[in-house]
Structures are given as C-alpha cells and as structure tokens.
Nanobody
Framework: QVQLVESGGGSVQAGGSLRLSCEAT????????MEWYRQAPGKERELVAS???????NYAPFVRGRFTISRDNAKKTGYLQMSSLELEDTAVYLC??????????????????WGRGTQVTVFS
C-alpha cells in the first residue's frame, strides 16, 4: 500500500516562506505525476502546481513566480517551496501523486493517492 506523508506546514507572517514536503512510502516503483493542491475554508480545492516524472512543471496563475515545485525521485519525495506568502495563501495543502507500485514481482498500473494535508496559515 502507498501513503503520502506531508510535512512542513505552519504559521508564517505575510511575506515569509515555507517549504512543504510529500514523501511516498510503501511499494513505490515510480511516480509519474506529483501535484500540490490547496483548499481554503469555504472554497473548492484548487491545483497549485504539478511536476511529472521527467520534470515538466506547471503552476496555477495565482502562484505568480512565488512558489517552486520540485522532486527527488531517489527519495520518492516532492517539495513545494513557497515564498512571498500572502494572506490568501492560507489553506490546507494536499499532496496528490499518481503512483505505480510493484509487489511480488508484479508491476501494477498507476493509481492516485492523496495525503492528509498540512495546514498553512499566513498572518499579517
């Protein structure tokens, strides 16, 4: 079984920085896609950034160059470096990954997994 474990959230003053991590544990063979979403109270979940296995990256328009997504394939971990944080960035940040697993010598098709989320609070 695969689990995504996020860390790095917290409270930070506007203009500050945080680095989120998402580690995939279990019978992980490869991670074709890793994404960060966020959900603020009363709002729908929205995509923040995505990165594929080869390293193709996309950002939501609201990122405006403030965030950087990256990954360490050897560590099976993705990162979201957030800078110039604004009050509007306050949300629960969730990691999503499309993961291929291998077990008992069998390589399986990719499935989607979600982390439990980490709270990011930006205060003035």
């Amino acid at each position: 079984q695969v689990q995504l474990v996020e860390s790095g959230g917290g409270s930070v003053q506007a203009g500050g920085s945080l680095r989120l991590s998402c580690e995939a544990t279990g019978s992980v063979f490869s991670i074709p896609l890793m994404e960060w979403y966020r959900q603020a109270p009363g709002k729908e979940r929205e995509l923040v950034a995505s990165i594929t296995g080869p390293g193709t990256i996309n950002y939501a328009p609201f990122v405006r160059g403030r965030f950087t997504i990256s990954r360490d394939n050897a560590k099976k971990t993705g990162y979201l470096q957030m800078s110039s944080l604004e009050l509007e960035d306050t949300a629960v940040y969730l990691c999503h990954a499309r993961v291929r697993t291998r077990g008992m010598g069998v390589l399986r098709d990719a499935n989607d997994y979600w982390g439990r989320g980490t709270q990011v609070t930006v205060f003035s």
